[in-house]
């Protein structure tokens, strides 16, 4: 293994490390030192490889972020209509339940994002390329305005996620309906009466 193989490897540690953190522990109780043990390395590395450990919680966060939005695609590029579209949306939701660790991290990161605007700026472009991109997918399936369709489904996902920890019975199962029907009609409605 090349020199520039294992700073990777341990970059990559040290991201995962991080991201695993900010879901135990919150973020703001994410150290150095706890992210350099965890992913097994002595914590000056942690420096080498990043300028500070709030670059570092930002990166693993937003990559986490980017991975579950990127993972999200095939389901929806699979529907063949807006109610298999509303389909995919909901079975997507099937693996958060609020609770997990990708929900708290996510919840953590909007969190810090309201304090740190780079940070804010990262998480942005990770929701602005996933409403793209559903937005294309809607208006391949025929749905007028589908940016602002978009906007408001990807807002209703987060929201589902975040409540979900609070209200158990917002799963998946019970908001399949409403995302439907949300889509459906508002096909209809391009289409007349």
Do not use: K
């Not at 389909?87 to 309201?114: I, Q």
């Amino acid at each position: 293994m090349t020199s520039a193989q294992r700073g990777h490897e341990v970059r990559q540690r040290l991201l995962d490390a991080a991201a695993e953190l900010i879901a135990e522990r919150g973020w703001a109780a994410v150290s150095t030192r706890a992210v350099a043990e965890r992913a097994g390395v002595a914590p000056g590395l942690v420096h080498y490889h990043f300028t500070s450990v709030q670059e570092l919680l930002s990166r693993a966060a937003i990559a986490v972020m980017h991975r579950v939005t990127v993972e999200t695609g095939p389901l929806l590029a699979g529907a063949g209509d807006p109610g298999e579209l509303a389909e995919a949306l909901v079975a997507s939701l099937g693996a958060y339940s609020g609770t997990d660790p990708v929900s708290v991290l996510f919840v953590e990161t909007y969190l810090a994002a309201t304090r740190d605007p780079e940070l804010r700026a990262g998480v942005a472009e990770v929701i602005a390329q996933f409403r793209s991109g559903l937005a294309i997918r809607l208006a391949e399936l025929g749905l007028a305005d589908p940016e602002s369709t978009a906007a408001v489904l990807c807002a209703a996902i987060d929201g589902l996620v975040l409540q979900q920890a609070l209200d158990p019975t917002l799963s998946a199962a019970a908001v399949r309906p409403v995302i439907r029907r949300t889509l459906v009609t508002t096909e209809r409605q391009e289409d007349g009466p």
